[in-house]
């Protein structure tokens, strides 16, 4: 018994049924699952959704975009293909370089009426956004209709299975959907954050945060979170210039600084000069061996927010160790209890941080 | 400026000095280091020493078994093999599959005169063990003169290089040495899970253990961790007759259950049967797809500590989001304040445990 709703088989709950290729292995840990929504036993447990838009994790789109470009070719066709070599071969957009998903935007057509009963409050016809990872839903592309490489969004003519276990947010009448959706990816980090500065232990009392990979979509919400959550001190590293300069004008950070936080000790040098290390130090780095840079700038007996999708958990596990650094290291849940309304909310509230969100993913 | 040596430059710190293949990457993030002693600039910053026993990290030692196993040879032959083609390719026991390493047991030869003063205490010809990870220390192998496949060390003639930032412990006179060794490799686990047993939150009080791989070496040590600190319920699984029923015989356990960790739905049913989900969930299952076992049997806003160097961020970060479980997930920190002694003091005062090490490891 793992949960409170007893009446649920928990391979039905979880979605092991639709697992292509393995006994007893939970959907994100198999390689394949079975997208087509007739061909399963099951469909009394599972939300069907139409899908319209699917909003892909940074890292892995990121991942697509240079195997594009090293191929030479059209880097917009070049993302569809593998999205679409992907999700035929999978049956759910899991990138097998990065391990990473990302989230869509579908419409309900049916709820299986086996589903718990907070379930039932859905209408078919009802507009969601999915909060749990592509990584594990079962997903068909009928067509990709168009890439957004800004937005790293695709629109598509699809369906999508939703288990018991799973979680969706209706998108808030105030924003652009595109928008929303792109808050939603990574709705997880912004609310534990804010936990993470409110920690009422002595020892983990957060006056100083850094944050790497600061003009990116995470990294402002965290930086955003931080603040509002009263840190005295709130320094992001962004190596992308036009994201740099769009987040020094929000008002969040007391500096942005430009580097590459692969470089770790240059990241140290630059970002510990003035005031020395962090309470707290979030990665929103989409590109991989950020973990260094995070370590180095940790203080002793502060802790690491790992959110970003490339982070290796033996570079910090063992780099933490190789220092000699005695720090707290969170790997990024992407779920905690009401992050999809604390993120919108944190939206809503902060105008220039939402003009800027608009203006680029809207 | 990250440290309070300020007059080490960060290159001879954090050994950068001695990479081969990259700029700026610290020698963990680097395929390849320099390990002859003699060819490099920075000696003043080293401590040389001759290397008499490497200790490998559980989940290098299987995958280097299996693999050797794989080929239908000799598995000690394999093993030695594997352990001489990394050292001699990268400079450093860093097993290309796993990313792990392990540690070592040495002699000190040669004291840089230029290290920070804690390091001047020792003298050429102190033992002592290397409490930073074989996959940033340079290593040279001259030959191999046995491997222990129970207690995955292998008895060398080498040297080895460690840093100003690196740690290391002398060997206590009251344990036979390859025992400490043992002990030492995974110094860090069950002083952070006696922390997290204390954490004075009542949201985090910890009540119920889990401890997945529980017949292992940081299992045991971790599960007696967390009994010492006052946990009421401490239930370990184990997939290993023997190590099951050793775990079993030393009054750590309420309990210890016969499954696979990689079986994540049979787990959380063996396990959650009798009085629910845990507080706190320790993952030192030194083999892949654990994680999902360790998140399932989580109770909402309690912790799981990924102490195992098999774990897969992704799969940690994702799962937890795909069943919508809010839990904190920490990566396990080979290093702690006080590590060495407080597990040494660990294995002085169970006598069981320590009887079993001996047998084990001895």
Redesign the interface.
């Known amino acids: 018994?793992?949960s409170t709703d007893d009446q649920i088989p928990?391979?039905f709950r979880?979605g092991?049924h639709r697992v292509r290729d393995a006994v007893?292995?939970?959907?994100?840990?198999a390689w394949s699952v079975e997208s087509n929504p007739a061909l399963c036993d099951g469909q009394d447990y599972e939300l069907l959704l139409d899908v319209e838009r699917l909003n892909i994790d940074a890292a892995s789109f990121r991942q697509m975009e240079e195997a594009a470009r090293a191929t030479g070719g059209d880097v917009d066709a070049g993302v569809r293909k593998q999205i679409l070599d992907t999700v035929d071969k999978r049956g759910k957009m899991h990138n097998p370089v990065?391990?990473?998903?990302g989230m869509l935007l579908g419409r309900v057509r049916h709820i299986g009426n086996k589903l718990s009963p907070s379930h039932h409050a859905l209408r078919p016809g009802d507009r969601v956004a999915t909060?749990?990872?592509l990584?594990?839903t079962p997903l068909q592309i009928e067509r990709i209709l168009s890439v957004n490489l800004h937005a790293h969004q695709v629109s598509i003519i699809g369906s999508a299975i939703l288990f018991d276990?799973?979680?969706y947010a209706r998108l808030p009448p105030t924003l652009p959907e595109s928008v929303a959706l792109s808050a939603l990816d990574v709705a997880?980090a912004a609310p534990q954050v804010a936990r993470l500065c409110h920690d009422?232990?002595a020892s983990k009392r957060v006056r100083r945060v850094l944050v790497l990979g600061a003009g990116g979509k995470s990294g402002l919400l965290v930086g955003a979170a931080a603040r509002k959550a009263g840190a005295e001190v709130v320094v992001g590293i962004e190596s992308f210039a036009k994201a740099a300069s769009e987040a020094a004008a929000l008002g969040i950070y007391d500096r942005i600084l430009p580097a590459d936080a692969?470089?770790?000790?240059?990241i140290?040098?630059l970002a510990?000069?003035d005031g020395?290390?962090y309470d707290l130090v979030i990665s929103c780095v989409s590109a991989p061996?950020a973990?260094?840079a995070a370590i180095?700038?940790c203080r002793?007996g502060g802790t690491i927010y790992?959110f970003s999708?490339a982070?290796?958990?033996?570079?910090?596990?063992?780099?933490?160790?190789?220092?000699?650094?005695?720090?707290?290291?969170?790997?990024?849940?992407?779920?905690?209890?009401g992050h999809a309304d604390e993120t919108l909310q944190l939206l809503q509230e902060h105008t220039p941080l939402r003009e800027l969100f608009v203006r680029r993913y809207g």
């Open positions: 018994m793992t928990l391979v979880y092991l007893r292995v939970l959907p994100q840990a990065t391990g990473s998903g909060l749990v990872s990584s594990l276990s799973g979680c997880g009422p232990r692969a470089d770790a000790l240059a140290a040098d510990c000069a020395g290390e061996r973990e260094m180095l700038c002793q790992f999708m982070t290796s958990f033996t570079a910090a596990a063992l780099g933490a160790e190789g220092v000699s650094r005695d720090i707290d290291m969170l790997i990024g849940n992407g779920y905690c209890l």
